[in-house]
């Protein structure tokens, strides 16, 4: 796993957690927004830029990564923002280092677990992609990751995540599906979470949509920013509003330390 120092700042470190089938890449406008902030972010396993020893497929082992990966590098604990795939990741670091999470960001990602028809689809996407050896079964995705307004007016963004999604390796890619498969449902775990969160949503996300986000911002009695004309990929698609809302976490964190 890849540790990115996208900008140093004062406060909460921030660590961003990309989604799947991406990188670290889809948060570099977010990371330029958010002036006067550390930004860290990583490649996790399965995307390129990070070393093909994968464990076994879970979140968990993609969590217990970026843990070490924290921990080597004196980062006590971080206002921990995962988009889709990497709000799963997030989910499963709140739960087994709560020491490293001092606020949640959930962005475009769910807390519950797969349907059984969406798990099977994704065992059959990673069992292509391995006889492939290519990424043709998540190609489709450039489309579907961004809103309708996005697609329509900014082609060149679309080119953008078709370029990322093309260069992330096959066998990575079923890694991460398989390991999507298998996490379970941690609605309780953010319940639970005694920090501060905000979860965020585009409001023409199709693929975790708003009443996965209205689940999640009741369960952890948070705030829910809906970004206009942007998709699942809000962050890349207005970095603004989603750095906006991080930046609001920031605060909201730091003055619960200060006043802790
Ligand atoms: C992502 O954006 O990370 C994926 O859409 C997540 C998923 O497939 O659940």
């Known amino acids: 796993m890849t540790f990115h120092e996208l900008r140093t700042g004062t406060g909460t470190p921030v660590v961003l957690l990309h989604a799947f089938p991406l ?6 406008d977010v990371a330029d927004a958010l002036e006067g902030r550390t930004v860290l972010a990583v490649d996790l396993p399965g995307s390129a830029g990070s070393p093909p020893d994968r464990p076994e497929p879970s979140v968990d082992a993609a969590a217990d990564r970026l843990a070490a990966q924290l921990d080597a590098a004196g980062v006590g604990h971080a206002v921990v923002a995962g988009l889709s795939m990497g709000g799963y990741v997030a989910l499963a670091l709140a ?4 020491d490293l999470v001092a606020a949640l960001g959930l962005v475009d990602t ?16 990673a069992a292509e992609a391995d006889e492939q050896g290519t990424v043709a079964p998540v190609r489709p995705m450039a489309q579907t990751l961004l809103g309708a307004s996005t697609r329509n007016a900014r082609p060149e963004l ?13 066998a990575g890619v079923a890694w991460s599906q398989r390991a999507m498969a298998a996490r379970p449902d941690r609605t309780d775990v953010l319940a639970a979470f005694a920090g501060p969160a ?16 209205e689940h999640m911002a009741a369960a952890a009695s948070a705030p829910l920013v ?7 990929l809000s962050a890349l698609e207005r970095p603004a509003a989603v ?3 991080l ?4 605060g909201r964190t730091d003055a619960g330390l200060n006043a802790g």
């Open 23 to 28: 990188d670290h890449r889809m948060w570099l």
């Open 95 to 98: 739960e087994r280092r709560p």
């Open 110 to 125: 769910k807390s519950t677990a797969d349907t059984d028809d969406a798990r099977a689809n994704r065992l059959r996407i």
């Open 158 to 170: 679309q080119e953008q995540v078709a370029q990322w999604i093309e260069e992330q390796p096959p």
């Open 198 to 213: 905000v979860v965020v949503v585009g409001a023409e996300d199709t693929l975790t949509p708003l009443d996965q986000a």
């Open 226 to 232: 809906v970004v206009p004309a942007a998709g699942h």
């Open 243 to 245: 750095a906006a809302a």
């Open 247 to 250: 930046d609001e976490l920031v």
